[in-house]
C-alpha cells in the first residue's frame, strides 16, 4: 500500500515541478530523478515561465551545440578580423571558464547559464574547469563542454585583462561603434576587475556585446545579482524567478546532478549515518580570515550559536540517573560537520559522547572527511567536496560559517535558510555569534558598485532595492532576498 503510493508520488514529483527535462537515460545519471527520494518536499514550484525558457535554451542547445552543423559554421567566425553582422548561423556563444574553489566555480557557472538564458545564448564549459566526473551533463543530448579542439583554446590560460581580445578594456566606446564587430570577446568577471571591466553591467556594453558571436568569460563569482541591475534584464529576471529568493535554489536544482560515483559516495553515507535520525542538522565550518590560533574561539561560538539557536540540546551535568521525561527522550539528532579538519568534530563528538542531554535527546556527530589542506586540483577532493555540499543539503537546519561559497550552494540547494557563523571581524555585536540568514540565496562578495552613466565607481553603496540588500556576512556584498 503505501510503497505504491510513494513511488506514484515519486513519479509525480521527480521533474521537480517541470524544472528537469524529462525522459533523460535514468541509469547513466541516478542522482538526476531520484533527488526527490532523498529531498524534502520542494515548497516552492518553478514558475512556468521558467519552465519553458529552460525547454527553449535546451531546443537551442541542440541546434547549436558542441559539433552540430550551426556550430561549425558559427567557428568560422574565429577567422575574420572584424565585421558587421554574424548572425547568418543564428547561434551565439559564452565560454566559461570557471576557477578557483568548487563553490565558486558552481556559483559562476550558474550565473554564466543565467546570462545565457537572458541573451539567446548556448553556454559551454571550457574543460579545464573539470567538471564532467562531479555533474551529469544537465542538457539533453548535447554535450555541455566546449571540444577540446576549438581553435583558440590554448590561449584561455593566458587570457587576463592584458589580452587584446578583452576589448571592453583595451578599446573605448567610441572605436567599437565606429569599427567592425570582433568575432570573440574575452570578459574578465574575476573578483578583481576593473572599471572598463564593470561595465559589462551596463546597458550600453550590453547592446554591444548582443552582436558577438563568441563570448568568453572567466570568473570566480555570482554575479547574478549584478545582472539585475542591467535594465532589459531587470524585468526577464523578475518574470522567471518571481521569489528572487530563490535564483540559484532553482539554477542549481536545474544544472548540478551528481555523476553516479559522486551519488553512491552521497547516499551510501546518507543511508548508513544520517536517514534514520528525526532531525539532521548541518554545521559548514570554514574558517576564510587569517585570525591566529582561532580553535578555542570558534569552537566557543559554534557552541554558543547552536546552543542560543535551539538547535543542539546542553549535555545534563546533573550525574544523578534521573531520567528526563520529555516528549523528545530518545528521539535522534544526527549532527553532519564538515571541515577540512577534524579538531571542531573531536571536541563536540567528545562533549556528547556517552552523556545524556537536558531534553532526553540523543546526539550523534559525524564528519564525512578531514582533507586539511584545499587542493582544488585534486579530484577526489572535489569528489568529497561535492558529495559533502549535497549532503549538507539534505539537513533540516544549516549552520554555515561567513563568506562561504561552499555554504552557500549548500543552503540554496537545500532550500535552507542557514544560520550563518560570522567571521570574528565581521561580529555585528558582542556576544552575537551566529544570525539566521533572510535568504537562501549566496551573497554576491564583489558587486562592480558602477555607475554606468557617469562611468565612476560609486563607492560601496548600491541604491538598495526592495530584492536585493547586502549581505549578513559580508558587509559590501549584496543578495537577494
Ligand atoms: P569557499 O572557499 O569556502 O568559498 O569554497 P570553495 O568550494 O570555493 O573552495 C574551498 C575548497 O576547499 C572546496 O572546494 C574543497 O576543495 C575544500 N574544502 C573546504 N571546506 C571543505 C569541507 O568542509 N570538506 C571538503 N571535503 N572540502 C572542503
Known amino acids: 500500500g503505501d510503497y505504491f503510493t510513494n513511488q506514484v508520488e515519486i513519479a509525480e514529483d521527480k521533474l521537480l515541478g517541470g524544472l528537469l527535462p524529462a525522459g533523460l537515460d535514468e541509469k547513466s545519471c541516478m542522482s538526476r530523478y531520484q533527488s526527490v527520494l532523498y529531498r524534502k518536499k520542494q515548497k516552492q514550484q518553478p514558475s512556468s515561465y521558467l519552465v519553458s525558457r529552460l525547454r527553449e535554451y535546451e531546443a537551442l542547445h541542440k541546434r547549436c551545440g558542441p559539433f552540430t552543423e550551426s556550430y561549425n559554421r558559427t567557428l568560422e567566425y574565429l577567422n575574420s578580423d572584424g565585421q558587421q553582422n554574424y548572425n547568418s548561423t543564428g547561434c551565439k556563444y559564452v565560454i566559461l571558464t570557471a576557477i578557483h574553489g568548487l563553490g565558486n566555480r558552481m556559483l559562476s557557472l550558474a550565473s554564466a547559464f543565467l546570462y545565457a538564458l537572458l541573451t539567446n545564448r548556448v553556454l559551454l564549459v571550457d574543460p579545464v574547469t573539470k567538471f564532467s566526473y562531479l555533474f551529469c551533463e544537465p542538457f539533453p543530448e548535447v554535450s555541455w563542454f566546449l571540444p577540446s579542439n576549438f581553435p583558440i583554446i590554448d590561449k584561455f590560460k593566458s587570457f587576463n585583462w592584458k589580452s587584446p581580445e578583452n576589448l571592453i578594456k583595451q578599446k573605448s566606446h567610441a572605436t567599437w561603434t565606429s569599427s567592425p564587430l570582433p568575432p570573440c570577446l574575452y570578459l574578465h568577471l574575476e573578483h578583481d ?13 550590453q547592446k554591444f556585446l548582443e552582436n558577438v558571436p563568441w563570448l568568453i568569460i572567466k570568473s570566480n563569482i555570482y554575479f547574478i545579482p549584478s545582472l539585475f541591475t542591467i535594465p532589459p534584464f531587470q524585468e526577464e529576471i523578475s518574470n522567471l524567478f518571481p521569489d528572487l529568493g530563490t535564483v540559484f535554489h532553482f539554477l542549481g536544482r536545474y544544472l548540478f546532478h551528481p555523476t553516479n560515483f559522486v551519488w553512491w559516495v552521497v547516499t551510501e553515507y546518507y543511508n548508513t549515518n544520517l536517514a534514520r535520525a528525526d532531525e539532521k542538522i548541518g554545521i559548514q565550518i570554514r574558517l576564510l580570515n587569517k585570525y591566529p590560533n582561532p580553535f578555542k574561539r ?21 550525574k544523578s540517573s534521573f531520567v528526563v521525561q ?3 527522550l530518545n528521539r535522534t539528532k544526527a549532527v553532519l560537520i564538515t571541515s577540512l579538519n577534524s579538531k571542531y568534530f573531536e ?33 577526489m577532493q572535489n569528489i568529497k567536496a ?3 555540499m549535497y549532503l549538507l543539503s539534505l ?17 540554496s540547494l537545500g532550500g535552507l535558510k542557514p544560520w550563518i557563523l560570522y567571521l570574528y571581524e565581521d561580529y555585528k555585536a558582542p556576544g552575537m555569534s551566529c544570525q539566521r540568514a533572510v535568504s537562501m540565496e549566496p551573497c554576491m562578495h564583489a558587486p562592480p558598485y558602477f555607475d554606468c552613466t557617469r562611468k565612476q565607481y560609486t563607492g560601496n553603496t548600491v541604491k538598495l532595492n526592495p530584492h536585493i540588500q547586502h549581505c549578513e556576512d559580508k558587509l559590501w556584498g549584496i543578495k537577494f532576498i
Not at 576587475?193 to 556594453?205: H, I, L, M, R, V
Not at 569552537?299 to 546533573?318: A, F, R, S, W
Not at 563536540?348 to 587542493?375: C, D, F, L
Request: charged residues 30%.
Open 193 to 205: 576587475y576593473d572599471n572598463d571591466e564593470k561595465q559589462f553591467f551596463c546597458g550600453d556594453d
Open 298 to 318: 570558534v569552537l566557543d561560538q559554534i557552541l554558543d550559536c547552536v546552543g542560543k539557536e535551539n538547535l543542539l540540546p546542553q549535555i545534563n551535568e546533573t
Open 326 to 328: 520529555s516528549e523528545k
Open 347 to 379: 571536541a563536540i563528538k567528545t562533549m556528547y559522547w556517552n552523556r545524556s542531554t537536558v531534553t532526553g535527546e540523543v546526539i550523534q556527530i559525524y564528519q564525512p572527511s578531514h582533507e586539511e589542506y584545499e587542493r582544488n586540483r585534486n579530484e
Open 386 to 388: 561535492w558529495a559533502e
Open 395 to 411: 539537513t533540516d537546519k544549516l549552520v554555515t560559517s561567513g563568506w562561504s561559497t561552499f555554504g552557500y550552494v549548500a543552503q
